[in-house]
């Protein structure tokens, strides 16, 4: 049931390719309050060059719950609003597809949610 309008959400990850996966998930409504933060412990180890951009470290997530622990809250959410903003949206859905599928997860909510990409809407603004 959709019950609000628009979530803003961000991803930190294991690294960028095909086989990585998220480690941390921070939502927020539209008005900046936050609704969820979790970081996650991965099935691989986290790449050197993506804990130098994120500050992350394996140590840190040794005792977080896996993605999949938490699925059904982030599910939830997702399912929740109409409409969901990222900064580099096309990234954030691939993980998050990725990783459901790492997990075999559905991934039917993210196909209910009409994505905007932030950082396309920063691109296209013009000043006057």
């Known amino acids: 049931r959709k019950t609000m309008k628009t979530i803003i959400f961000d991803t930190e990850t294991t690294g960028l390719t095909n086989a990585d996966e998220i480690v941390e998930l921070a939502i927020?409504?539209?008005?900046?309050k936050q609704m969820y933060l979790q970081r996650f412990k991965p099935t691989e180890q986290?790449?050197?060059?993506?804990?130098?951009?994120?500050?992350i470290t394996n140590e840190m997530l040794d005792d977080e719950p896996t993605f999949a622990d938490e699925y059904d809250k982030i599910v939830e959410i997702f399912e929740s609003c109409t409409k969901a903003?990222?900064?580099?949206?096309?990234?954030?859905?691939r993980m998050l597809k990725q990783t459901c599928k790492k997990y075999n997860l559905f991934t039917d909510f993210?196909?209910?949610v009409e994505f905007e990409c932030?950082?396309?809407?920063y691109n296209n603004y013009e000043y006057n």
């Open 28 to 32: 927020t409504d539209s008005q900046g």
């Open 46 to 55: 986290i790449h050197p060059g993506a804990s130098r951009v994120t500050g």
């Open 85 to 93: 903003q990222a900064y580099n949206a096309s990234f954030d859905i």
């Open 110 to 112: 993210i196909e209910t």
């Open 118 to 121: 932030v950082m396309a809407m």
